[in-house]
């Protein structure tokens, strides 16, 4: 069987570019969390060629891309985003990152390190540029619901139409695990989390819950709840758990917490076919053993936020900053960063030939004049990638919805 882990790219592309630039930045708010502390200043000039080899130290305030006491923290940037209406008309949305969140996020990044070999040791200033699209489409707008820490790590590199070898894989699981012990003693004081990836990062997220979080009940009842997007959890057949995790279950209701979130999005039009790479139980990261007559979860964003109904937010970029993620195409007027359409796209969550997944459909209301944002890729659907650069974004404000509701619960 072919692995995800064979193809696993990341983020919310869509189509080209020029326009609003996304790297226009904002000054932290008074009110922001930590603002009393120093903030430290960063200097990525001598981390372009990190080691490939032994441990990486998170005391090191340069192996974070994001975290609430240095400066830059680059999930401060600028996400303000434009809806577009039914009836073409714009209306601009400012980002307000929370004052002082109750709870943290842990996030790791998708696969950045493209068409290169072995694992990313880039984390200067470019390495950083290469991580913006995932983390600002992804995980940034998270600020206005929780503290969010986002470790640089070591990850396997794209080379071509594979991912390199298993021990690059397992360096970066290193730092990811590293990274997170550092954040629990020195960051977390007790406080519940989220943790949010997406396809290597979600896959290094899900090794990290089995190995360290799964087993540990004091660990374990901080979490509010995993987003495994774009990754391959899963359950045994039938049950919500007992696959990936033995104590973790899916998400089945809203408010909900202690469980997984997770889905691999395809088009309707567009289903999984032999090729697909997502939605099948594969590879594991650390090779353990698997099941394979197990369930890939699936869980509808719209039901977990609890209306069930059409997505209620989706985010698109108006320009991306790691050329290999390709261009899009920005909305002509449109000046913020993000585009945002409300109640146009649906998913359901289905099963077909072994896979399960979350279909996508548009269903734009009638008589609506807006455009179809372009959240499709011909060149990605033929390879069996449907629509996983965007697994994210078509549902990020539902997700969430469901954070916050979750959040509130676990208090």
Same mark, same amino acid.
């Given at each position: ?80 985003? =434009? ?80 991912? =390199?070898?298993?021990?690059?894989? +397992? ?23 989220? %943790? ?102 699936? =869980? ?10 059409? %997505? ?26 993000? =585009? ?65 509701? +979750? ?5």
């Amino acid at each position: 069987m072919r692995s995800a882990w064979a193809f696993t790219l990341s983020l919310a592309c869509v189509t080209a570019c020029e326009g609003t630039d996304i790297n226009e930045g904002r000054a932290p708010d008074a009110g922001a969390p930590d603002a009393g502390k120093p903030r430290r200043t960063l200097d990525r000039s001598r981390f372009a060629a990190v080691a490939t080899s032994g441990k990486l130290d998170y005391a090191t305030p340069e192996h974070w891309v994001c975290r609430p006491d240095i400066e830059p923290d680059e999930c401060a940037r600028n996400i303000d985003a =434009t809806e577009i209406k039914p009836d073409g008309s714009f209306e601009v949305h400012e980002h307000e990152p929370a004052a002082r969140p109750a709870f943290d996020c842990f996030y790791v990044y998708p696969t950045v390190w493209i068409a290169k070999s072995a694992q990313m040791d880039d984390f200067s200033d470019t390495g950083v540029e290469l991580v913006l699209d995932p983390l600002l489409s992804q995980a940034a707008r998270f600020t206005s619901l929780c503290r969010v820490y986002a470790p640089m790590y070591r990850q396997a590199g794209l080379s071509g139409v594979a991912l =390199t070898p298993g021990a690059d894989k +397992q360096l970066a699981l290193q730092d990811v695990r590293d990274a997170f012990a550092y954040y629990l003693e020195h960051d977390n004081a007790g406080r519940k989390f989220v %943790l949010i990836g997406h396809s290597q990062g979600a896959y290094m997220l899900s090794s990290l819950l089995a190995r360290d979080i799964d087993d540990d009940p004091v660990v374990r009842a901080r979490l509010i709840s995993a987003l495994l997007l774009g990754g391959s959890p899963y359950a045994a057949p039938g049950e919500r758990s007992g696959g990936s995790f033995k104590n973790i279950p899916s998400c089945a209701q809203p408010g909900e917490t202690g469980c997984v979130i997770a889905y691999n999005s395809y088009a309707a039009e567009a289903p999984p076919t032999a090729n697909a790479l997502f939605g099948r139980v594969g590879e594991t990261l650390a090779n353990e053993p698997v099941d394979l007559s197990g369930q890939v979860i699936c =869980t509808e964003p719209a039901a977990l936020a609890g209306h069930g109904g059409k %997505l209620r937010g989706s985010y698109f970029p108006q320009k991306l900053n790691n050329a290999a993620f390709g261009t899009v195409t920005p909305v002509p007027g449109v000046d913020t960063p993000f =585009t945002l359409y409300r109640d146009l796209l649906r998913g359901r969550c289905e099963t077909k030939d072994g896979r399960s997944y979350l279909s996508v459909s548009a269903e734009p209301a009638e008589g609506e004049t807006r455009a179809l944002p372009a959240y499709r890729s011909a060149l990605l659907e033929s390879i069996g990638f449907g629509m996983h650069l965007v697994d994210y974004s078509i549902a990020l404000e539902d997700l969430m919805t469901i954070v916050k509701a +979750q959040a509130a619960a676990a208090r």
